[in-house]
């Protein structure tokens, strides 16, 4: 056997041991990769669809004084939250799902004699919602014009628009994925590295003829294939539930490879600083938790205050969310996410500085 492959067989050994190690770390084991399946089961089956407000779309053709009138009439409503722009705007949102209905008010409209009726947009996607934001409009329309002597009495013409129909499980499955991510680097490293510093083993092995590099390149290989193994279960559940995936799984590995490499070395970083396992959990969940909830792995961050949106969307769990959605959901591909993956990137940077700086072998 030559050079190269005695450094392959220490290097599998080393990995298979790496395998072992964390397989056998209950903790590790149950907060990254049971905890986020079992996240993602209950919030599948409790299925969080339809908000408390409607997505709505204003078109304001006419810009007459009445129509304004009907536009700030219809925005007081606290079941819309609305949307003003042109029309082929408003179709583009029908149509990606960001929207779930959308008014048109047509040029001339409102100057009295006969009144064309006006039309709504109304995304298939979102059938409930849509058929009760048509069924308001048509009250305040209709109350609009029973108050003005120049206004005939007119409807609202509901017609349907092709649209995705993306569902809470949707957007669920790419968070529960880039919290997976987080999870697994965190806590396998942290708490499976702070063992073994503690009982002596890494200085142990630091003093054998056995490479550092193989030992802690083994130990990254295996948490990136494991990793894996736990994003496909995740989407194997998630398509069950429904999941619809628009992009391709090639862009999709490359964030979570990406995603892996940040939160690893964020890992490294806990495990070199911390002594025992009393010190590494705190550190790791007070890394992970405002990620968790904040990053918007569960919810939208859209219902955050505008300061808060804006501090957590330099998180490096929101820059992985935001790319696995754009890539699930919307079809992207790695061109058009250049600003999430330049954000990963920094992080990348940061956090591997971070590791080198942190980690000790004992």
Same mark, same amino acid.
């Given at each position: 056997?030559?050079?190269?492959?005695?450094?392959?067989?220490?290097?599998?050994?080393?990995?298979?041991?790496?395998?072992?190690?964390?397989?056998?770390?209950?903790?590790?084991?149950?907060?990254?990769?049971?905890?986020?399946?079992?996240?993602?089961?209950?919030?599948?089956?409790?299925?969080?669809?339809?908000?408390?407000?409607?997505?709505?779309?204003?078109?304001?053709?006419?810009?007459?004084?009445?129509?304004?009138?009907?536009?700030?009439?219809?925005?007081?409503?606290?079941?819309?939250?609305?949307?003003?722009?042109?029309?082929?705007?408003?179709?583009?949102?029908?149509?990606?799902?960001?929207?779930?209905?959308?008014?048109?008010?047509?040029?001339?409209?409102?100057?009295?004699?006969? %009144?064309?009726?006006?039309?709504?947009?109304?995304?298939?996607?979102?059938?409930?919602?849509?058929?009760?934001?048509?069924?308001?409009?048509?009250?305040?329309?209709?109350?609009?014009?029973?108050?003005?002597?120049?206004?005939?009495?007119?409807?609202?013409?509901?017609?349907?628009?092709?649209?995705?129909?993306?569902?809470?499980?949707?957007?669920?499955? #790419?968070?529960?994925?880039?919290?997976?991510?987080?999870?697994?680097?965190?806590?396998?490293?942290?708490?499976?590295?702070?063992?073994?510093?503690?009982?002596?083993?890494?200085?142990?092995?630091?003093?054998? #003829?056995?490479?550092?590099?193989?030992?802690?390149?083994?130990?990254?290989?295996?948490?990136?294939?494991?990793?894996?193994?736990?994003?496909?279960?995740?989407?194997?559940?998630?398509?069950?539930?429904?999941?619809?995936?628009?992009?391709?799984?090639?862009?999709?590995?490359?964030?979570?490879?990406?995603?892996?490499?940040?939160?690893?070395? %964020?890992?490294?970083?806990?495990?070199?600083?911390?002594?025992?396992?009393?010190?590494?959990?705190?550190?790791?969940?007070?890394?992970?938790? #405002?990620?968790?909830?904040?990053?918007?792995?569960?919810?939208?961050?859209?219902?955050?205050?505008?300061?808060?949106?804006?501090?957590?969307?330099?998180?490096?769990?929101?820059?992985?969310?935001?790319?696995?959605?754009?890539?699930?959901?919307?079809?992207?591909?790695?061109?058009?996410?250049?600003?999430?993956?330049?954000?990963?990137?920094?992080?990348?940077?940061?956090?591997?500085?971070?590791?080198?700086?942190?980690?000790?072998?004992?």
């Amino acid at each position: 056997m030559g050079p190269f492959g005695i450094r392959l067989g220490v290097f599998w050994a080393l990995f298979v041991a790496s395998v072992r190690m964390f397989v056998r770390n209950r903790a590790a084991v149950f907060f990254s990769l049971f905890l986020p399946l079992i996240i993602m089961l209950i919030f599948g089956v409790l299925n969080f669809e339809g908000g408390t407000t409607i997505q709505l779309g204003l078109v304001d053709d006419a810009d007459t004084e009445m129509s304004r009138s009907l536009v700030s009439a219809i925005a007081e409503v606290e079941s819309f939250e609305v949307t003003t722009g042109d029309s082929d705007e408003m179709q583009a949102d029908l149509k990606s799902g960001d929207l779930e209905i959308a008014l048109v008010i047509p040029a001339g409209w409102g100057h009295g004699g006969d %009144v064309q009726p006006l039309t709504a947009f109304a995304a298939s996607g979102a059938r409930q919602d849509a058929q009760v934001g048509a069924l308001i409009l048509n009250s305040i329309v209709f109350r609009f014009a029973a108050g003005s002597i120049d206004l005939p009495a007119v409807m609202v013409v509901v017609k349907q628009v092709a649209a995705r129909d993306l569902g809470y499980i949707d957007f669920l499955v #790419p968070g529960i994925v880039g919290m997976t991510v987080m999870q697994l680097g965190l806590f396998s490293v942290a708490f499976g590295f702070v063992q073994l510093k503690r009982t002596g083993a890494l200085r142990r092995l630091f003093a054998t #003829p056995t490479s550092p590099v193989y030992f802690l390149g083994a130990q990254v290989a295996s948490r990136l294939i494991i990793a894996s193994f736990q994003v496909a279960i995740l989407f194997g559940v998630g398509i069950w539930f429904g999941l619809q995936m628009f992009g391709d799984y090639a862009s999709l590995a490359v964030i979570v490879l990406l995603g892996s490499v940040i939160f690893l070395a %964020v890992g490294f970083a806990i495990a070199g600083w911390a002594k025992n396992e009393d010190q590494a959990a705190p550190v790791a969940n007070l890394v992970s938790l #405002p990620m968790m909830f904040l990053s918007g792995v569960f919810f939208p961050r859209d219902a955050m205050p505008d300061f808060l949106a804006s501090v957590t969307g330099y998180m490096p769990l929101t820059y992985v969310n935001e790319a696995l959605r754009a890539i699930v959901n919307d079809g992207a591909g790695l061109a058009s996410l250049g600003p999430q993956l330049l954000g990963m990137g920094v992080w990348a940077v940061i956090t591997f500085v971070l590791a080198v700086r942190l980690f000790r072998w004992e």
